[in-house]
């Protein structure tokens, strides 16, 4: 059953909203869905290779090493250029990936990956920041929460 385009929008910007938190997390399991149920929507494109097996590996692993990463006290913010460019991208690429797969436009599932990556980089930046302020607990505790949120909400929106 084809989803329509408003839910396909949806997971687009939602899927985007994964990369703002973790630029890795959101292609790894985009790739890890599409490797396990390919489309021939995406045959043929520049996406295919996220439908590729030795591709969703790869990405698990940089995932688990980002994971790992954002937790150092040494890492730049998130909303830093360096940080907030891969964010994007990853956002951009998810996006139009997911509205490939639909049969809808790629174009406009990067667009609004785009907008969510970059909408969730900075409301989560600032949310950390502020309930570090308000409760005094560590900033890894909130780290660890956006994890979860990073993995169960992608899983979640590739579930639909």
């Given at each position: ?21 973790r630029a ?15 489309t ?15 591709l969703?590996?790869v990405?698990?692993i940089?995932?688990?090493a ?15 250029p ?8 990853s ?12 049969g809808?436009?790629?174009v ?53």
């Open positions: 059953m084809a989803l329509t385009t408003s839910t396909t929008k949806q997971k687009a910007l939602a899927l985007g909203a994964i990369a703002g938190l890795v997390t959101a292609p790894a399991l985009v790739t890890d869905h599409f490797s396990k149920s390919p021939i929507f995406l045959q043929g494109t520049p996406l295919q290779p996220l439908q590729n097996p030795t969703a590996t990405l698990k940089l995932a688990l980002e994971l790992i990463g954002d937790k150092l006290p040494h890492m730049p913010n998130r909303i830093a360096l940080q907030l460019v891969p964010r994007a991208v956002g951009a690429v998810v996006g139009a990936t997911l509205a490939e797969a639909e809808e436009s790629r406009t599932g990067a667009l609004l990956g785009l907008v969510g990556a970059l909408t969730a980089a900075y409301a989560f930046f600032f949310a950390r920041q502020k309930l570090g302020q308000l409760t005094g607990l560590p900033d890894s505790l909130f780290a660890l929460l956006e994890d979860a949120l990073a993995l169960k909400g992608g899983a979640a929106v590739l579930r639909q």
